[in-house]
T-cell receptor, first 111, second 115 residues
Framework: EDKVVQSPLSLVVHEGDTVTLNCSYE??????LLWYKQEKKAPTFLFMLTSSGIEKKSGRLSSILDKKELFSILNITATQTGDSAVYLC???????????FGTGTRLQVFP | DAGVIQSPRHEVTEMGQEVTLRCKPI?????LFWYRQTMMRGLELLIY????????DSGMPEDRFSAKMPNASFSTLKIQPSEPRDSAVYFC?????????????FGQGTRLTVV
């Protein structure tokens, strides 16, 4: 059965800290891995990763994929209270348009 | 574009009642997805459509759930009869050309509570 596992489940940090969120997967026909940020309501897209070793960066957020070891990390540097959210990792497969989601990591950033 | 629009935002209903959730995808998107999110199971795909045709409904929990997409701009997810264990947030998402090189855009969700 295809599965996506995220760790930790929950993280509490102070503003200015750097955090690393983990996502590992066991799927057949891997196509891409996506990261979403979910605050109060709808998940919003952060990154799509398809190739190993190529870092994607957006401001203080960055992510990288390792297709050999079957995982991805999402880094957030100099965290701010606005980074508080659930971060979701999802894997897209070939031959289907399904996204398989992990259960997410809940990040809380305190001032 | 206003994004993916879902209605209602909140629904509270009694066990046994019929519930209909509605979704308007982003104009031009040819894929539409229905997800359910709970604390225990996270985000689960229920069903998805391509060009209004259901492609994969293997995630639909049971026969009480049904989904339709009568045209490119509207879809419904119906639960009949509803049960307390159906309580969750239901998300609709749409994308262009599936997930080949683009992400899915999510609506704000409908929080369903069945009492």
């Amino acid at each position: 059965e295809d599965k996506v596992v995220q760790s930790p489940l929950s993280l509490v940090v102070h503003e200015g800290d750097t955090v690393t969120l983990n996502c590992s997967y066991e799927v057949t026909n891997f196509r891409s891995l996506l990261w979403y940020k979910q605050e109060k309501k709808a998940p919003t897209f952060l990154f799509m990763l398809t190739s190993s070793g190529i870092e994607k960066k957006s401001g203080r957020l960055s992510s990288i994929l390792d297709k050999k070891e079957l995982f991805s990390i999402l880094n957030i540097t100099a965290t701010q209270t606005g980074d508080s959210a659930v971060y979701l990792c999802a894997v897209a497969l070939y031959n289907t348009d399904k996204l398989i989601f992990g259960t997410g990591t809940r990040l809380q950033v305190f001032p | 574009d206003a994004g993916v629009i879902q209605s209602p935002r909140h629904e509270v209903t009694e066990m046994g009642q019929e519930v209909t959730l509605r979704c308007k995808p982003i104009s031009g998107h040819d894929y539409l997805f229905w997800y359910r999110q709970t604390m225990m199971r996270g985000l689960e795909l229920l069903i998805y459509f391509n060009n209004n045709v259901p492609i994969d409904d293997s995630g639909m929990p049971e026969d009480r759930f049904s989904a339709k997409m009568p045209n490119a701009s509207f879809s419904t997810l119906k639960i009949q009869p509803s049960e307390p264990r159906d309580s969750a947030v239901y998300f609709c998402a749409s994308s262009f050309q599936g997930l080949m090189n683009t992400e899915a855009f999510f609506g704000q969700g409908t929080r369903l509570t069945v009492v």
